[in-house]
């Protein structure tokens, strides 16, 4: 049990994030996000934990094309994801993916499998609603192969591992 009956400022040790040691960073709304460069500090008495962040848009627009092109089948984590960083609420991006408000929460729960058609749709779906022009111009010359790559025999990744470079982000791809 974490106690909060102290001021952590007194007690932070600043560290900086590594590819041997990178930031667990849960505030993203994935489990798998892990991040290089940024600096973080750990409370030595509670062990609470924060992260210097610079360009978070740009950073969730890096973890939103990673999810959209990694190899595999899509969570249901990374639907979620994928449909809140469309700003979309579930029975809207239901409709647009011509799926029950039902069926698409079921997906996001993963109650139901999801599909590969439904995958690929979901993808880029949040491909042309995120604004991302970056994403849509590296994802247009390789579509093909890109959905050629998205089937159910394929690994995804355990990780996604972003790459703070000066005040931008990469996936060092």
Sequence with gaps: ?????????????QHTATNAK??????????????????YWICSECGAQSA????????MNVIGESVVMKPGILTGQEI?????????????????????PEHFSKLETEALPLQEPTDKLIR?????????????????PKVE???N????????PERIQIKKAGKSWSTGS
């Excluded at 880029?124 to 247009?140: C, E, P, Q, V």
């Design 1 to 13: 049990m974490i106690d909060r009956h102290h001021d952590c400022t007194r007690n932070l040790k």
């Design 22 to 39: 990178p930031y667990h960073f849960l505030d993203s709304g994935l489990p798998n996000v892990y991040l290089i460069g940024v600096k």
């Design 52 to 59: 210097e962040i610079p360009a978070p848009e740009q950073l």
């Design 80 to 100: 979620k994801f994928l449909r809140k960083r469309a700003g979309k609420k579930a029975a809207d991006f239901a409709a647009l993916i011509n799926k029950t």
């Design 124 to 140: 880029l779906t949040y491909g042309l609603l995120s604004g991302d022009k970056g994403l849509l111009t590296r994802l247009a």
């Design 145 to 147: 192969e890109w959905l």
């Design 149 to 156: 790559a998205i089937a159910p025999g394929k690994k995804p």
